[in-house]
């Protein structure tokens, strides 16, 4: 009784310090509406999360680039030492007139040294002005990835959202159509102990059963896949369990007509912006290029120096000004007049600002067929969407009518169980079209750059 009592005291604490799989899941789920989903997302995905960044180096660019415009300066301070070792000499001494040789002393010499040198001040420089302005350009252009990239991540979250419900109605499906499948094996059971129907009915329901139960495996799983796409897609861990809170969605329609729409996505898609302003910055930094070639440079430059050599004795800040000091000056105007190396920087420039033009060109006519593409999907879904929903009314009165006659004798038991097989199929195809339309309406609003209503992801 002792042992029993501290393996059991043993599993208590081992539960409490490690705690099962199922505890920590139950930890990790959250219930998210999709409101919510998409705040997250915007928080914590890695794209929102690089872009900062991305933007940030952008913007210390522009610095870098203005700071060219600025003095730039250096202080020296430096000091020496030198010792000359003796020399061997010779002299005739008075007295005798013999010549003496001897060595001489040792020198010792230094000096120290003060200066603020490399002064130089940009006065024109037409390459830096380029420079400046094609940074800029750089800029914007991230900051509309930025908002292209916000936008991808509110869709993807809510593609993700839409099929996760998705793949939880169609199981809730197969699960209602396995309840029927179990019950009519049940009474056909009970009918062929009876002798009302043959053994082969009974088969069939078997077999019937066993093919929905194979297949409620992957509905299962497509849920579970579904449900990490979503976690994924708002920057989570592949391990938090997410449950949608919301399942009813109006089937909204697009208040804008194609071409408003049309031209909503060519004028202020924050992608085709950020194209524009890279092609700018092509354009700036070919300008650039062309000055530096073309137009003068003027730099000004100055400097100052003062030293105090061995001996001399430093009295304080005066004599800076009174002794030992230099100064220098000088105005600097450079006029480019040939250099094949930056004639070939221009060739190339010039190419890649042609290719940026055509680049803008191409993703306008993408954007114009994706958001075609989006609106015709979207009548289409939506007329489908209606179709499914009269072929669900129809097809459960067609299952009515096939119970009744099979009850009464006057249908047969395929008739019946085709039946059903419509019945169930009808409603899986309209939780299908129900969602779709809700992803092809967010992929809509992807490709105009934007919700129907304004801005979204902003």
């Known amino acids: 009784m002792g042992r029993y009592l501290r393996f059991m005291l043993l599993c208590s604490v081992v539960a409490a310090l490690f705690p099962s799989r199922a505890v920590l899941a139950q930890e990790k789920e959250l219930r998210l509406s999709l409101s919510e989903c998409i705040d ?132 809730e499906v197969r699960k209602e159509e396995i309840r029927v499948a179990e019950e009519d094996l049940r009474r056909d059971k009970t009918l062929y102990e009876i002798g009302s129907t043959p053994i082969s009915n009974v088969y069939s329901s078997e077999a019937n059963l066993a093919g929905l139960q194979a297949e409620l495996i992957q509905r299962e799983n497509d849920v579970e896949i579904a449900r990490t796409n979503l976690s994924f897609s708002l920057g989570l861990g ?56 073309r137009y003068p440079s003027v730099r000004v430059n100055g ?45 190339q420039q010039k190419l890649s600002y042609l290719r940026s033009q055509e680049q803008l060109d191409q993703q306008k006519r993408e954007r114009a067929l994706l958001v075609k593409q989006a609106y015709l999907s979207l009548e289409r879904l939506r007329r489908l969407l209606e179709a499914n929903k009269a072929s669900v009314r129809a097809q459960e009165e067609n299952f009515k009518l096939a119970e009744e006659r099979y009850n009464f004798g006057a249908g047969t038991f395929l008739e019946r169980l085709q039946a059903q097989r419509d019945l169930f199929q009808a409603r899986n195809n309209l939780v299908q079209s129900i969602y779709n339309y809700q992803i092809e309406f967010a992929r809509l609003e992807q490709a105009m750059g934007g919700s129907v209503a304004g801005p979204e992801g902003e």
């Not at 940030?56 to 020496?80: C, H, Q, Y």
């Not at 004795?313 to 450079?334: I, P």
């Open 303 to 347: 400097g100052y120096n003062w030293t105090l050599g061995k001996g001399e004795r430093f009295r304080g800040l005066e004599d800076l000004f009174l002794k030992n000091y230099g100064y220098s000056f000088s105005v600097r105007a450079s006029l480019p007049i040939f250099n094949m190396r930056t004639e070939n920087s221009i060739k």
């Open 40 to 171: 997250i997302g915007l928080r914590n995905n890695s794209l929102v999360v690089q872009d900062r960044y991305n933007v940030a180096i952008a913007e210390a660019g522009v610095d870098d680039s203005r700071n060219n415009f600025l003095p730039t300066s250096d202080f020296s301070w430096s000091m020496s030492r030198s010792i000359t070792g003796p020399r061997e000499g010779s002299f005739i001494e008075e007295g005798t007139g013999q010549v003496i040789t001897t060595l001489t002393e040792s020198r010792v010499g230094g000096s120290q040294g003060v200066g603020f040198g490399s002064l130089s001040i940009p006065v024109y420089d037409a390459q830096l002005n380029a420079s400046l302005s094609a940074s800029k350009q750089r800029l914007k252009s991230v900051e509309m990835d930025q908002i292209a990239n916000r936008q991808q991540v509110v869709f993807n979250v809510k593609r993700d959202y839409f099929n996760l419900l998705q793949a939880i109605k169609l199981l």
């Open 238 to 293: 592949t391990d938090v369990r997410i449950v949608p809170t919301e399942e009813e969605f109006e089937v909204k329609v697009p208040p804008l007509t194609y071409e408003e729409a049309l031209d909503r996505a060519l004028e202020g898609h924050p992608g085709l912006l950020s194209t524009k302003y890279t092609m700018l910055q092509s354009r700036e930094s070919l300008k650039g290029l062309q000055r530096s070639q």
